[in-house]
């Protein structure tokens, strides 16, 4: 793995202010790669939310009044022009798609018809008249219209929090910024941000032909939805917000190189080796096998039907959380129906994990309280512990999914902790006619009671990501831990031993399904200590197929046990 966050170029100073680095043409930055492939083109950097300058005095109200109605009506046309651009994605039928796109469109709308609402702009015309700059007129408008939606209760108070939105968006209009938010430039280009979160990733247009962002960690939530669609990416890649917009850059979301300042012939030379390699893992088939035949079956992690490729051999994990991320209300057991059956409908074999809510992957629809420590609070299993309804209206809508389409259609549940929880979960979706009921393993307190969990469950899926971050007590997010969340660390294979072990005497089947599953070198050690599948993103199956065929049962068990 490439050493995050370093420039690779020695005696590079810091960038001026405002300053293109142009100085950096011809250079490389590094950082993570965490999702496979190569990409060139044009960066465009996200923009962070406007600071407010201090309030000004006002000698022409008149151009004041102008200011903000040009602002307001710029980001009504920048909504309307997003809002038809995944429009666009949505109806392209290339599998590409983007998750949600549908919703996108329609979410842009709405909020460019907030944008325009006339009561809005009136209200930013008396606070000029009051005697504010345009800017703290727009402020004072936004803001006394959020407080009346918040007051009104319901759905309408749901939709408070996208007026912060579009305030930043029309203040930063208004300064002359660019505008906060995912940028549509109508032309591909390559994503670079401080950080992005899941629901921003999610909704990307497939104008984005790579991501590159100055913090993250190879577990995180956005590198897994950017593996999910087969987007490059690169994460914790130190200097990367410096470069201005228009920079031509390479990203190869393998080694976690960043090319900057790019010729035309090296752009067509990246694009080229990307086809190329993309052509040649496409070619690539059958079912997982060692060398002497023992078969490893090898899984999709999906997020949506969007990311189903052809070539493996079901779904090992369908992460239901990612349909809804972008949701202010809970998704109804008709729309949950839809959703599943559209998955099940294209894929033989489905593990459904049932939503995994909480730390970066916040679903605002179930309005969970902030905790000082989200990660060790309520999520995952553990939001049954307050709000049980949703589980269940989430496992009736599965079960009617899979009646519907005749799918083998199994379950299981994030963040199972104790034997106990693994009972309950598996009482209440065997009551619904759900036969093939797991649990996760990512708290280590599970996998050391592996054997107890598969007295209550039929099968055993270790997530790694958390594993990892539990065991080892670091942050999946966090750029600097990455040599503590490595999946060779002896401590996580250890406990995905004692699951394989536990599987084994209970003739139960023990998957992993974490990032780790995708990692092609990893993939025998894991097989020789035991485990049964391997469920990752679509793009890690070719590599992953090929290693295995390269050793013997007996070679994996080797390897297991020198890495242990
Ligand atoms: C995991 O933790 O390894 C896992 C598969 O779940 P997620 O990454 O969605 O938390
Ligand atoms: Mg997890």
């Known amino acids: ?18 300053s293109p680095r142009a100085g950096l043409a011809g250079a490389e930055l590094a950082g993570l790669g965490v ?44 909504l309307r022009q997003r809002a038809a651009n995944a429009a666009r994605d949505t109806g392209g039928g290339d599998g590409t798609a983007s998750a949600g796109a549908d919703d996108a469109a329609e979410i842009l709308d709405a909020l460019a018809m907030i944008a325009d609402d006339p009561m809005l702009r009136e ?27 918040a007051a009104l209760g319901g759905y309408l108070a749901e939709r408070a929090a996208d007026l912060d939105d579009l305030k930043h968006r029309a203040i930063a209009a208004c300064l002359g910024l660019p505008m906060p938010g ?11 941000a401080e950080d992005l979160s899941p ?54 979301g393998k080694t976690g190189q960043v090319g900057v300042g790019l010729t035309d012939e090296a752009v067509a030379e990246v694009r080229r080796s990307d086809r ?19 078969p490893v079956k090898l899984l999709l992690n999906i997020g949506s039907a969007a990311d189903l490729r052809p070539g493996a051999e079901g779904v090992g994990l369908f992460r239901t959380e990612f349909l809804f991320l972008d949701r202010k209300r809970e998704p109804s057991f008709e ?44 999520r995952g299993l553990r939001v049954d512990r307050v709000l049980p309804a949703v589980l269940d209206t989430q496992l009736d809508a599965i079960a009617e999914a899979a009646r519907a389409t005749g799918a083998d259609a199994w379950v299981m549940a994030p963040m199972v902790t104790t034997p106990a929880e693994a009972a309950g979960f598996a009482r209440r979706a065997r009551a619904r006619g759900l036969t093939r009921v797991g649990a996760m393993v990512e708290v280590p307190a599970a996998a050391l009671l592996a054997d107890r ?112």
């Open 123 to 149: 209200d930013a015309e008396a606070a000029v008249r009051d005697g504010l700059d345009a800017p703290h007129a727009l402020d004072a408008a936004f803001t006394h219209h959020r407080e009346t939606l």
């Open 182 to 192: 995912i940028p549509a430039p109508g032309h591909p280009y390559i994503l670079v």
């Open 335 to 378: 729309e949950q129906v839809a959703a599943y059956a559209e998955v099940f409908a294209r894929a033989g074999t489905v593990v459904v994990r049932t939503l995994d809510a909480g730390t970066d992957k916040p679903l605002p629809f179930l309005g969970l309280l902030p905790e000082p420590n989200p990660a060790l609070g309520i």
């Open 1 to 18: 793995m490439a050493d995050p966050g370093r420039p690779v170029v020695p005696g590079e100073g810091p960038p001026d202010e405002g």
């Open 276 to 294: 190329e390699e993309r052509e040649r893992l496409a070619n690539s088939s059958g079912p997982g096998r060692t060398a002497d035949g023992h």
């Open 35 to 78: 999702s496979q492939g190569r990409a060139a083109g044009p960066v465009i950097r996200m923009a962070p939310p406007p600071v407010l300058p201090s309030p000004r005095q006002v000698a022409d109200p008149a151009a004041e009044a102008a200011a903000v109605v040009k602002a307001l009506e710029s980001v009504t046309a920048d």
């Open 199 to 252: 629901a921003d990733t999610a909704g990307l247009g497939t104008d984005v032909v790579a991501l590159v962002t100055e913090k993250g960690g190879p577990t995180s939530h956005t590198a897994i939805l950017a593996r999910g669609r087969g987007l490059p990416a690169v994460v914790a890649c130190a200097g990367i917000t410096a470069l201005a917009d228009g920079t031509v850059i390479s990203v190869d």
């Open 453 to 564: 969990l598969l007295a209550e469950v039929d099968f055993l899926s270790i997530g790694t990501n958390d594993l990892s971050q539990y065991t080892f007590a670091a942050d999946r997010q966090h750029p600097g831990l990455a040599d503590l969340l490595d999946p060779w660390q002896p401590a996580l294979l250890k406990l995905i031993a004692a699951c394989a072990d536990a599987g084994r005497a209970a003739g139960k089947p023990v998957g992993v399904c974490g990032e780790a599953a995708g990692d092609p070198r990893l993939a025998p050690v894991l097989v020789g200590l035991g485990v049964t599948s391997l469920s990752m993103a679509a793009v890690c199956v070719p590599s992953v197929r090929e290693e295995l065929s390269q050793h013997t049962l007996e070679e994996c068990r080797e390897l297991a046990a020198l890495a242990r």
